[in-house]
């Protein structure tokens, strides 16, 4: 009789701690998911955010907005980059992540705030997160105009306007 009593109050335990953790798993599941990452890197995130910040992070994202999801995107990008490794192989590996993901891999003023917000028990400084930002964005945004006029120019593809303007 004491057996079905543990084992009662066992299966509730565990029911209930997936029925209240399971907003936070969906949502960071949602972004793991569409970065292709392991788990580690937001729940790692989310654990030094503080429980406020945690909550409303998780709140934000756990929409089906695609918005709200690019956005958190960000913020784990400023977090990687800006507090966990600022190297420049780790820079690259995450500006990968995200135009593989299929998101603007620009850091906009608005997720530098928002970012800002999130990460405030972290008490980051905003003239930092400004500069990495304008650094970040230099860097790809010339990068990638390199990479298209090389592209352009050794590839034996013509676009069809350009096509049209010839003949």
Do not use: C
């Amino acid at each position: 009789m004491i057996w079905l009593m543990l084992a009662t109050l066992a299966i509730v335990f565990v029911v209930g701690f997936q029925l209240l953790t399971a907003r936070s798993r969906h949502a960071a599941q949602a972004l793991n998911k569409r970065l292709g990452l392991p788990p580690v890197h937001i729940e790692s995130m989310l654990s030094l955010m503080g429980k406020e910040a945690a909550k409303e992070f998780i709140d934000y994202i756990a929409g089906d907005n695609e918005a709200h999801l690019q956005n958190g995107a960000m913020v784990l990008l400023i977090w990687q980059v800006l507090i966990v490794d600022g190297s420049e192989a780790n820079t690259l590996r995450w500006h990968g992540i995200l135009s593989k993901a299929g998101f603007s891999a620009l850091i906009s003023r608005q997720q530098l705030l928002l970012a800002l917000g999130f990460l405030r028990q972290l008490e980051p400084d905003s003239q930092e997160l400004h500069a990495l930002r304008e650094q970040y964005n230099a860097r790809f945004t010339q990068q990638g105009i390199e990479l298209e006029g090389e592209s352009a120019e050794a590839s034996n593809l013509v676009s069809l306007s350009d096509w049209r303007q010839r003949h």
